[in-house]
């Protein structure tokens, strides 16, 4: 189906044309036919990357009142950057309809000039959700003649903790009007919303929810931990001609990729939290005109990027929910053009790597990470091609007898060889003896089950990054709790949206994060109340093993390896089996992977006295039970 068949006006096919659009992608077929004909609301499940803005953007168009200077369409997105390409994109679709306005409006810029912007009129609102807020309440927005609302990427949204915000606007807006929700998955506030807002609702799902397109290929690498960073800088440089995004888990190993690769000679650059908006922007629009080669990010900071022509994702850390990994996947391989995902793993993740694949419904290829000697020759290659293709400035003509005279003594083997050492001896002494970094192992080993079973130690406990604060949280994948449910219950609840997390160890039963400790006190008095699907949360500052309680407490052990084998009950420090339920934590614990179930303690282990975790005192009882009456 082509876009000259649907029904669209003259002008907005001209601008169609002029983008070379010709014939339409799944979720258009499906989405602007329907769009077109009917005055209902919509539900579009499709994954990133698959040409949505179109899908809902052009039928809008195509019914916007340009006469009217009052918003009639409002696009909400979770991040800056989504919201600026989005309304890019809405401009280059109505170039030709003169008189309709596209507004942008988002946070990290001055409100002003998009008040200013509003007032002049403007049919079509694309803006983030707090920004949107920000000019209803000062007045400068009204959405009383809205009749489109359109909520993109609705569970990035709500992952990032816009659910309040969200029913906030909506409630604002007509109840006469059509309401399309487009996202990749449809978790249960994303159903909430739907339920809520939305009336007879058609759905549309193109391809399965969660499967991987069909133009990537999916590669992984197996490595010891300690090994990433070099193995990476061995795919990048077998691959001389990468366009790729590197995606890490915290802000602080993101930084810290980028400035290794940075240092190392590469076109390199980080985006995180931790940038102000103006560095931000910088560093998007040097990648956008492929001045680096390599963006290094968090999944949280690349929310919203759209990106023409990506060659690699690679994942430096597998995500803790494989959805993301969908999402991750889905930046490359984009109209039509091939793209590699590629996963750098150890041998403890082989289990993770076989549930990647059962979502996907793809086979992870394993990858032998390239020796030297491969290396040397890709590179030495490419700069032949180089200087092959270079066109010659007959300008240096005037030069040749003297420089004829300077290599007259070289033959042509040893002039090549000058040459090229020129140029290439950088690699060739970096990869002069480099190890095999390839490890055995692979994602069928049994082995690596009982290796992931052994390496919850060190993998999911112990001490927090400096400066950091290691919380406790009891809930776990067991409560269908995943790492960006997690980030949007710090955002709701906190009310910060600009707190960092950063590692975050998702459990069965239980799971820990960290913050900056500047923000821990906020995080504990946010969460305090918090309530996660009907489950009140219990956060607790965690320590690792053999670190001292703030107040002078004994030892406590992490969490995640502090239970004992009987059966999950705690034993006292005299050995006895039972225990106070109404007494806190205390003494050491033997290792295990059972789970707790003894009930916990209300009060924070940083905040007990070591008098009142000795049960084989009196007073140390007495003034236990006092405190916790007078804290009741």
Request: glycine fraction near 6%.
């Amino acid at each position: 189906m082509t876009f000259s068949e649907i029904g669209l006006n003259q002008n907005i096919q001209k601008a169609i044309a002029d983008l070379g659009f010709e014939t339409l992608t799944p979720i258009q077929q499906e989405a602007i036919p329907y769009l077109l004909e009917n005055e209902t609301d919509l539900i579009a499940l499709a994954q990133t990357g698959t040409g949505k803005t179109a899908a809902f953007g052009l039928p809008i168009l195509h019914k916007i009142e340009v006469e009217r200077k009052l918003p009639q369409a409002i696009i909400l997105c979770p991040t800056r950057e989504l919201c600026l390409q989005i309304s890019k994109d809405m401009e280059s679709y109505s170039k030709y309809i003169k008189g309709l306005k596209v507004t942008p409006v988002y946070g990290g810029a001055s409100i002003v000039p998009q008040i200013q912007l509003l007032k002049s009129g403007t049919q079509i609102i694309v803006g983030t959700p707090g920004r949107v807020i920000d000019l209803i309440n000062r007045k400068a927005l009204r959405l009383q003649d809205i009749e489109f609302v359109i909520l993109d990427e609705a569970d990035e949204m709500l992952n990032m903790g816009f659910k309040d915000d969200l029913d906030i606007i909506l409630a604002e807006t007509p109840k006469e009007k059509q309401t399309l929700l487009f996202s990749a998955t449809m978790p249960k506030e994303v159903m909430r919303i739907s339920k809520t807002y939305m009336f007879s609702a058609k759905t549309i799902e193109v391809a399965s929810r969660n499967e991987g397109t069909k133009n990537v290929d999916h590669h992984y690498y197996m490595v010891n931990a300690s090994d990433r960073y070099k193995a990476l800088r061995r795919i990048c440089d077998i691959n001389p001609d990468i366009y790729g995004i590197v995606f890490c888990r915290t802000r602080r190993e993101t930084a810290d990729i980028a400035d290794k690769l940075m240092q190392d000679g590469y076109n390199a650059d980080a985006i995180h939290g931790e940038l102000s908006q103006a560095q931000r922007d910088h560093v998007m629009a040097r990648f956008r005109q492929k001045k680096l080669q390599m963006l290094v990010a968090t999944d949280v900071a690349a929310r919203g990027l759209d990106i023409n022509d990506l060659t690699h994702v690679i994942n430096y850390n597998l995500p803790d929910d494989n959805e993301i990994y969908v999402h991750r996947s889905g930046r490359t391989g984009r109209a039509g053009k091939k793209g590699i995902s590629i996963i750098i793993a150890h041998s403890r993740e082989g289990r993770k790597l076989k549930d990647i694949e059962r979502m996907i419904k793809r086979d992870l290829i394993l990858k032998k990470v390239p020796n030297g000697d491969e290396i040397c020759q890709i590179q030495l290659m490419r700069l032949v091609d180089k200087v092959v293709a270079t066109e010659i400035n007959h300008q240096i003509d005037r030069y040749l007898p003297s420089i004829e005279e300077k290599l007259a003594h070289l033959d042509k083997e040893q002039l090549i060889k000058h040459f090229v050492s020129t140029e290439f001896n950088r690699f060739l002494s970096f990869y002069k003896n480099a190890p095999d970094l390839n490890i055995s192992g692979s994602k069928n080993n049994d082995s690596n089950k009982r290796g992931e079973k052994n390496n919850q130690k060190t993998e999911r406990t112990g001490h927090a990054e400096q400066g950091h604060t290691r919380f406790f949280i009891n809930l776990g994948k067991e409560k269908d709790l995943h790492a960006h449910n997690l980030i949007g219950l710090i955002n709701e609840y906190t009310r910060n949206r600009n707190i960092p997390i950063g590692k975050i160890d998702i459990m069965r039963k239980f799971s820990f994060f960290e913050v900056p400790s500047d923000f821990a006190t906020d995080v504990l008095g946010g969460l305090s109340d918090a309530n996660w699907n009907g489950n009140r949360v219990n956060v607790e500052v965690s320590q690792a093993p053999g670190a001292k309680s703030s107040s002078g407490g004994g030892n406590r052990r992490d969490r995640g390896d502090s239970r004992d084998r009987s059966n999950g009950r705690d034993r006292n420090p005299s050995g006895d089996k039972k225990r106070n339920e109404n007494k806190s934590w205390n003494g050491e614990r033997s290792n295990s992977s059972k789970s707790i179930t003894t009930k916990r303690n209300s009060e924070k282990p940083s905040t007990i006295r070591s008098s009142e975790t000795e049960g084989s005192s009196f007073k140390g009882r007495f003034n236990a039970a006092a405190k916790r009456k007078r804290r009741a």
